[in-house]
């Protein structure tokens, strides 16, 4: 029974950890809780939003001051999203589902599965074909 009340708050806080954090809803508590952001600078957004909610990422790094692109970025990819989207206009959640596989290029196989080399199938005496060497032709 334990076990089970203790896995159940496991998941439960890491279901919280992972949610994204949206600066023109979230408490000042609830910005401190995103990695990179303290007491100062929830303060500093909060107080921002008070005037007007934020409308977008641009919106939301001119008017808080000492954020940057850079700390945006970061912060964005921490969970932090402004109405919603995050830096790049996704969705966190949809962000990590809609992450492209890599493409498989002509020269790399797949891992896990080896390409077999193409058969080599000998010519016959009699026969010329236009891709045979010149030498076969004589």
Do not use: H, Q, Y
């Not at 910005?31 to 977008?56: A, M, Q, Y």
């Not at 969970?79 to 498989?104: D, I, Q, R």
């Not at 026969?127 to 004589?138: G, I, L, R, V």
Request: aromatic share 4%; proline share 8%.
């Amino acid at each position: 029974m334990l076990k089970k009340i203790a896995c159940v708050i496991a998941l439960l806080w890491a279901t919280v950890a992972i949610a994204a954090v949206d600066v023109n809803k979230a408490s000042a508590a609830e910005l401190d809780s995103v990695k990179g952001i303290g007491p100062s600078l929830s303060g500093k957004i909060v107080e921002e939003r008070k005037k007007s909610n934020f409308k977008d990422w641009p919106d939301f790094i001119a008017r808080v001051k000492g954020m940057g692109d850079k700390n945006a970025a970061k912060f964005s990819s921490e969970g932090l999203t402004v109405n919603g989207a995050s830096l790049k206009g996704e969705a966190p959640a949809a962000a990590a589902k809609a992450a492209p596989a890599p493409a498989a290029t002509p020269a790399a196989a797949p891992a896990g599965k080896a390409s077999a080399p193409a058969p080599i199938v000998p010519a016959s005496a009699g026969a010329t074909t236009s891709s045979a060497p010149a030498a076969a032709k004589k």
